[in-house]
Each structure stands twice: as structure tokens, then as C-alpha cells.
């Protein structure tokens, strides 16, 4: 087909979607709604990619941790409660072992206490012991004041590190550093505030408060504790050989024969991956299925109305195809004008999804400014997506009456009245 003839079908597709715009503008409602749920579904992945990074980027790509528990819960949860504590005498001989580490830290924690601050309280909290070494972690990173000294913790001082979520509930003016918060009978100075960690995801993490190893362990006891062991790989690259080093390392300590399974856990951020995967499987069947939905809904309509189009312009195709018209040219005629009235239907939601999320991440970071880094704009990518999936609903809905049309016989046609 030549060039010149596209052009034709083009123009008159645009004058016969002119000659009827109500009716046009009608029928591709239910593309609009379509393309809408397939530019905002990958609009809302993108957001839920930015939302895992961001939560990645601050737990620490490059860190695992060694425990007794496993974070995900596992599936043998009886198996897993029976695994006998790492003891701190486990956590040198590793320590000692595990060149490989950039950072080797010993941690204890204690679940469920309350900290509290003149009237303003939060429950849930958990309270951690370690070295001042996890200072230096992407876990680590400080928003306001500083993490505690070697010699503090040397000196067992009652100094406290609030995570950002615990910080905020008891200082809602932000103002923390300086103050004296009581976690149970004890009393800890504030000297520092984390920055916030978790995004949408493990919020949970943000509920925490960090005091120096020798100080949890002189105040809250490590009997009937199990010690976890962060372990800082000196690269995200390095991450593979560290842990299986690592594995090796404990099962030998831990006098694990070749027979058995570990009992103990790797624990890193990749162990929610699936958790991840799972968000993005309801997303992605949700979105589809409401897709398909109004996709099926606009295709009916366009066959309608282009089966309509076919029986208004009978003498026209007979004319056309009296003047030498082939039916490959009446065909491409009435599939460019579906397709069309499809690409319009694109642009127009695109546009209006575009308005949406603009405006909507305005009201959205007003109530939660935390999310401000979700984008308020739709990546190029996605109007591509929009603009292929529309031309192909096109073809799919005139694809019958584009064939009814090229069929007509001219003598007949030019007979209809």
C-alpha cells in the first residue's frame, strides 16, 4: 500500500470522527478508562519500586544479619523457636573468623518496652544493644545529634539513639536531642535521632532505640537473650561470597553437621523480595482485570459504532470502489479511523492521569510528607505503552467491520438508500 493512501485514510478518518464527535467522544470512553487503569497501574509500580529502594537504601543492601530468627517467619516457625541462643562467646569466635566482613557487630535486643518522655509515651518498642560500630552503617545513619562513642559504651553510659518513628511520637516538635527519656525504670539521654527507614514498607524499623551494648546488657540482662550478629560486606557486589563465608563460618561454630540444616538465619533486606512480588502480583491482576474490563466494554463500542460507519457510507465505498478503490484501501480506511478514535482516547487519559497524579502527590505529601520522593509526573515509557495498546484495541474492534466494508459489492452499494 502506498504511502499516499495511509495519508487518505488518515484524513478521512479525522473528518468522519469530526462529522460526529458525540458520538465519537462516547465511544472511546471505555478506551479512555482502560488506557487510565494501565497508565495509573504502572504509575503505582514505579511508585512501589521507589518506595522498595528507598527502604533498601536505608536498611542497607550491604548488610546481613545473623540470628536465631528468621525475619520473614519461615515456615517451620516450631523448628525455629527450638534453635538454641547464639551466645556472645559464638559472636567472637565469628567475629574472629569472618575476615571478609568490613563490620562484625554483636547485637541484643529486648521487644514490647514502652519509652516515655513527661506525658507522651510509645509502646512496642524494640530496644537494642550494640557497639558503637553500627554507627558507621547505612542502618546507622543519623537525621539529628550523633550515635554513641566507643568510650561510652566502654563506660556502660545511659545514652539512647531514638529511631525517627519513636522520636516524632515523643517530641512532635522534633526537638529530642538534650532530653531524658525513661525506657522502663531507666533513664537514657538522648543524643541522637535516626533517619527514617522505613517507607510504606517495615515501618516497624523506625520503632526502634539503640543504646550502647555493655549499658543493654547491665540494665536489661542477656540471659535467656539470643545475640544477632550484623555483618557490614565491604560491597553490595561482595554480598554473595560474604554470606555463604559467613553460613560456613556459624555451622562450624555452631557444631552443625553436614547433614543438617542450618539453625541459624541469614537474615538481609533481599529476604522481602517476595513480600515485594506479592504487591506487585495483586497491583498487576487488579489492574489488569479492570483493564480488561473497560477494554472489552470500549472494543463492543467502537464495533458498534464502526459497523454503524460502515452502513451510513455504503454509497460512499460504492462510489469509491467504482472509481478503482481496492479493498485493501477501504479496509486500511476504517482500521486507521478505529485506531484513531483508540489514540485519541489514549492521549485524552494520559492527560487527565497526568493532571491526577500531579495535583494528587500535592495533597497526598501534605498529609504524609514522607513520600514526597514517589514521582508526581508519568514516565515518557508509559505513553508509549498507552499509545501501542491503543492502536492494537483499535485494530481489534474494526477489524470486522474494516472487513464487512472492503467486501461490499459496488453495484449493490451504490443501490443502498
Known sequence: MKLSEIVESIRFSFESLKSNKTRSSLTSLGVVIGIGFVVLMGWSLNGLEQAWDKTISTVGADMMYVDKWDWTGGRKWNSIRSRKDITIDQVKLFAEANHGADLTIPMLRSWGKRIGYKTNSIGGIAIMGTESSYGRTSAGTIETGRFFTEFEDERTTNVIVLGYGVAKALFPTGNALGKSVKVGKYSFYVIGVLEKRGFLFMDFIDNQAFVPLKTFINNFGSS????????????????????????????????????????????????FDDNIK?????????????????????IIGIMNIMFVSVAERTKEIGIRKALGAKKSSILTQFLVEASLLCFIGAIVAFIGCSILIFFGKMVIV????????????????????????????GILAGLIPAMRAAKLDPVESLRFE
Open 278 to 298: 506479592d504487591i506487585r502480583l495483586y497491583i498487576w491482576s487488579i489492574g489488569i482485570g479492570l483493564t480488561l474490563l473497560s477494554f472489552i466494554v470500549g
Open 224 to 271: 535467656r537473650r539470643s545475640f544477632s550478629i550484623a555483618v557490614k560486606a565491604e560491597s553490595v557486589a561482595d554480598m554473595d561470597r560474604l554470606r555463604e563465608e559467613s553460613r560456613g563460618y556459624m555451622r562450624t561454630i555452631r557444631g552443625v553437621t553436614a547433614d543438617k540444616d542450618d539453625d541459624f538465619s541469614i537474615n538481609e533486606s533481599k529476604a
Open 366 to 393: 501534605s498529609f504524609y510528607p514522607d513520600l514526597s520522593f514517589i514521582s508526581g509526573y508519568l514516565p515518557p515509557n508509559l505513553l508509549i505503552i498507552a499509545s501501542i495498546v491503543s492502536i492494537f484495541v
